[in-house]
């Protein structure tokens, strides 16, 4: 199913929207679009999903109970999904941090805000692009896969958004997670990212 | 011959115990001596900032080299930390205060991203060091602020 529609839209269609039925009387609904290259701003969008795409599973879930996923066909042939695994996480952050304040400029600049502070001063902005930093300095991770790691980290521990994040390999979608490790005093000392292999 | 070399170990010991300032309260420091007086930095070149910072730049963050970036970035701005970005990044997710000074270049850089791969000359996965801050040294700066006070 994904791969007739991956052919049809790649490259052409930025936003689809889908309802599945799957039996009578249940709807399965959810999204699926692509990140093409240079489709969101000029310097060339992400290959996993955006902040905008976060906001638009949240609210989608906050509009239709049904609305459950978000998956990304991008332009480097990787494959994402988003699902909302704890709503009542999802409500609050969009009721603390709405989309227009979270996103810079939506839906031409796709980047966390850099106005919006958390409590200790630091921008959304920041705080996301230090977690890239430090999965370039110090994880050493995948150049191709640091944006989204990036994302997972930072909607988990920083904005505990309650979304799960996905990406597929080997033919299956594996969850994306991170864990914290901590020092005998309780202080943070590492992060890495895991992958759920069943 | 006396005097001068009095005043010689004068001049000495007075640049010496203005290179051992030591900030006890980087917060204060960059409120104060920074951001409030951040108007006298707008038209001059970076190196004229690091050359009068009293702390030494252990992290920074400008716009990363990801793969869908273009081959040559135009770098319009840059962060500057006084933590290791492994103390400023876990610090963050504590809520602890890690104030970093916010730099806007007049004319964005252009760096190609070859110089920022592993081993290129400003690696992107290295902390900040003499070879950054020589490359961006003559950046003007448009203006600057302070985040995170």
Redesign the interface.
């Known amino acids: 199913m994904f791969k007739i529609i991956y052919s049809i839209i790649d490259g052409f269609v930025y936003y689809l929207e889908f309802i599945l039925t799957s039996y009578p009387g249940q709807n399965i609904r959810f999204c699926i679009h692509t990140h093409n ?1 240079g489709s969101t701003d000029s ?5 996993a999903p955006s902040p905008l795409d976060i906001y638009h599973l949240i609210d989608g879930l906050a509009a239709n109970p049904n609305f459950s996923a978000d998956y990304v066909f991008a ?2 042939s990787t494959e994402w999904a988003i699902m909302v695994d704890d709503t009542a996480k999802a409500n609050h952050l969009s009721t603390v941090i709405p989309r227009d304040s979270a996103v810079q400029a939506p839906p031409f600049n796709n980047n966390w805000s850099k106005t919006f ?7 959304l902005y ?2 996301w ?6 999965f ?3 994880k ?1 991770y995948p ?2 896969d ?2 989204a790691f990036a994302n997972v980290l930072f909607t988990g ?2 904005l505990n958004a309650g979304v799960k994040y996905y990406k597929r390999m080997n033919g299956q979608f594996k969850e994306l997670n991170y864990k ?1 490790i901590y020092d005998s005093s309780g ?5 890495v990212i895991t992958i759920c292999e069943q | 011959m006396k005097k001068i070399i009095i005043c010689i170990s004068i001049v000495f010991c007075a640049n010496n115990v203005f290179a051992q300032t030591v900030i006890t309260d980087t917060l204060a420091y960059l409120r104060d001596s920074i951001e409030a007086k951040k108007t006298e930095y707008a038209g001059k070149k970076l190196n004229f900032l690091l050359a009068r910072l009293k702390l030494s730049v252990k992290g920074y963050l400008m716009e990363p080299p990801l793969p869908n970036r273009p081959d040559t970035l135009k770098v319009k701005e840059i962060v500057l930390y006084f933590n290791t970005i492994t103390k400023v990044t876990l610090g963050n997710l504590q809520g602890k205060k890690n104030p970093a000074i916010i730099i806007k270049f007049v004319t964005p850089k252009l760096v190609p991203k070859a110089y920022l791969k592993k081993g290129g000359i400003l690696d992107f996965g290295t902390e900040w060091n003499n070879t950054k801050a020589i490359f961006l040294g003559n950046c003007i700066i448009q203006h600057l602020n302070v985040e995170g006070l």
């Not at chain 1, 502070?117 to 921008?123: P, Y």
């Not at chain 1, 202080?187 to 992060?191: R, S, V, Y």
Request: aromatic share 10%; charged share 25%; proline share 0%.
């Open positions: 290259k310097t060339g969008a992400a290959n332009h480097d502070k958390f409590s200790n001063g630091v921008s920041l705080t692009l230090g977690w890239v930093k430090y370039f300095e110090i050493h150049r191709e640091i944006e521990a920083n914290i202080t943070a000392i590492e992060i």
